[in-house]
């Protein structure tokens, strides 16, 4: 976050009140210290407009995601006769029935 040259303390105040807003709406403090967005911010103010918005929900979502692992497929005894298909019929043989 680039500060500006004057007014610092003002600056500083409104970021801070600003970030503390969205703490309170993404929670995960851990999500906080582990989020990059690749770009530099000028203001916390901008995750309020998009594209920044979107991108801040869907890292939020992306970061919670819990993949779940397939539980295996046991196979048992076969069940049920074998189905017989007879020889492949030619089109005229479909058609007369």
């Known amino acids: 976050m680039v500060a500006p040259k004057y007014e610092k303390k003002k600056f500083w105040a409104k970021e801070m009140m600003i970030l503390k807003r969205l703490m309170q709406k993404y929670n995960n403090e851990d999500f906080w210290h582990k989020v990059n967005f690749n770009k530099d911010l000028n203001s916390f103010a901008q995750f309020y407009a998009l594209p920044y918005n979107k991108m801040l929900e869907t890292k939020y979502q992306e970061f919670h995601l819990k ?3 397939p539980t295996a497929v ?5 069940e049920g006769g074998d189905l017989l298909i007879s020889a492949t019929k030619t089109l005229k043989d479909f058609l007369n029935g």
């Open 74 to 78: 046991t196979l048992g005894e076969k």
């Open 67 to 69: 993949i779940e692992k």
